[in-house]
């Protein structure tokens, strides 16, 4: 078993220098943005996640390293897609790739980046190949499900937690669980194990969409990375705004529409105003709630894995490191 | 052996019938322009190829459909982003996908076209899957550099012949050859066979555009299903305007450039000079060599191939084909 900051030190070097020699490959103007997209940054948790499930089967991770690669390609290819389609200008603090490059750059880098994937993956061992494959490419399509629905939502008078929660199972959790379970396939581990880290994975990814919800109205901006209350100015549909619709009394609620639908506000002013509202209707609370709920369903599957209990240390820290910031 | 046609219904019915259930999978907006896309048609050349060469080595091509649909879909997936990128409204006759759903649903339904290729391609026998997805993945970037030149040219001030027909090798030619060494690899053929068939399908694909380029000018709008001279109105750098700029006397030379940089201009009066020129320097003729030249360099691998000649009729039909329409 190998901890999160070791993987994540090997994997960024390894993965450094697989930048270097794609920013080098021509045509540039096809390979610069795919290699600018990637050297920014981020926190490489689903490669380091699928290695770390290796390392509990397997005392040999880093074979798994193309996969792992495969992951944060991908990964970061719907990231690029994604910016276009919500036009978001800025990603990481830099800007994002369709307004440094253009967006047809913008498109074909990302087509090329999610194809790069694949053809990582390919490198896999051969009698591994066709679970990971079929794993990895139905989870990539329900990434695109979840986008999908995520907006439609923005336009959709009304979402309900539910039709919430099923979009973020599609759009974030089934990544973080097709990291964990493609590390334990190649890696050997027995069907079972594979599924417990999936469901695992799968309630973990979950609380982390529903802390980052809560972080982008409660949390500290140095911590968070990101504007505090972003989504509020934007009408964001997330657990809080669902919730507080469907929780609040008719004048907290009328208070709440009103503020959406005004096009012209200081931004602080409405953000107070919203967060009063999301913690005074329980919406706040609600989240959090939820947020424990799917950790703990997460942290029932990680008891039932047949490994050493000392082996589920650093997935513990993981998941419990998700409630901690939400106080 | 089996012909094209008997392929072509057979393989045209499965894929219908995929196309419905595509259509009808949730979410509808997502998956509604993939079916849309699909069902327009085309003429399956790809998958009748890959089916063919599997016919040609295994008396049992049916069982290869997933990778044929791979196929077609990866194809349809580049034309309907690439439509995207050239602000292009008509594909196919109707609408283009980005026209009729928006550029957000263009974007993302390409995206999961793409993904649901590989995710086909899992469905290859497992002892296969490891080379027939290396070929598959690593054809793909190549059709996606491909793309990448092919835009860089619109603004380039000047393109040489063979910068052109590398860019044609990968933008099209790749994707024909990688076709056929599918189906061949699926179908257990030995590694020379392969090749053979793979480097066919690449000097018959550079050929079959170079063809496309030569009746834009000089072919019929019936059988050509184009518009003739689309090309030469939008300044296309094909491999008549490219060699006419190299092959022309001054004076020509300067009157090309004169139609390629006027902005308001009667199409036919533009259609009629610019053809008159590519007549005049030798460039239409050139083209019809390099045409044949291609043509001759597939015919040759396909002698090489080590199966009986009376299956080598198709084939060679197809080839022939292309220099039967170019007068």
């Known amino acids: 078993m190998l901890s999160f900051q070791n993987l994540l030190e090997s994997f960024e070097k390894k993965f450094q220098a697989e930048i270097q020699n794609i920013q080098k490959t021509a045509p540039v103007k096809l390979y610069g943005p795919i290699a600018y997209s990637l050297e920014v940054g981020g926190k490489r948790i689903r490669p380091v996640l699928l290695l770390h499930a290796a390392s509990l089967f397997s005392s040999h991770p880093e074979t798994y390293f193309p996969a792992a690669a495969a992951i944060e390609l991908f990964h970061n290819f719907t990231l690029l897609h994604d910016d276009i389609m919500d036009h978001a200008a800025i990603r990481r603090g830099v800007q994002s790739v369709h ?8 498109i074909l880098s990302g087509d090329a980046m999610s194809i790069m994937s694949f053809r990582l993956l390919s490198q896999c061992e051969p009698e591994k190949l066709p679970s990971v494959l079929d794993l990895f490419s139905t989870t990539a399509i329900e990434v695109c499900e979840g986008q999908q629905y995520d907006m439609e939502f923005e336009v959709k008078d009304q979402v309900t937690i539910s039709e919430y929660l099923e979009m973020i199972r599609l759009k974030t959790a089934v990544l973080i669980a097709c990291s964990l379970k493609t590390g334990a396939l190649l890696a050997g581990a027995d069907e079972i194990n594979c599924q417990l880290l999936y469901d695992f994975g799968l309630s973990i990814g979950i609380a982390f969409q529903l802390q980052d919800d809560w972080l982008d ?18 009408n964001k549909k997330t657990c809080l705004l ?33 967060r009063k509202i999301f913690s005074g209707s329980g919406a706040a609370n609600a989240t959090k709630e939820l947020m424990k709920y799917y950790h703990d369903q997460g942290m029932e599957k990680l008891n039932q894995l047949a490994i050493a209990d000392a082996d589920k240390r650093e997935l513990r820290k993981f998941a419990s490191g998700l409630l901690s910031r939400v106080k």
């Open 99 to 106: 307004v440094k490059y253009g967006e047809n750059s913008a």
């Open 242 to 274: 669902i919730s507080a619709l469907e929780m609040s009394d008719e004048g907290d609620r009328e208070k709440l529409l009103a503020w959406t639908e005004k096009s012209e506000f200081y931004e602080q002013e409405k953000i107070d105003a919203v």
């Open 217 to 234: 109205v409660y949390g500290e901006m140095r911590s968070f990375g990101k504007k505090i209350g972003g989504d509020i100015c934007e």
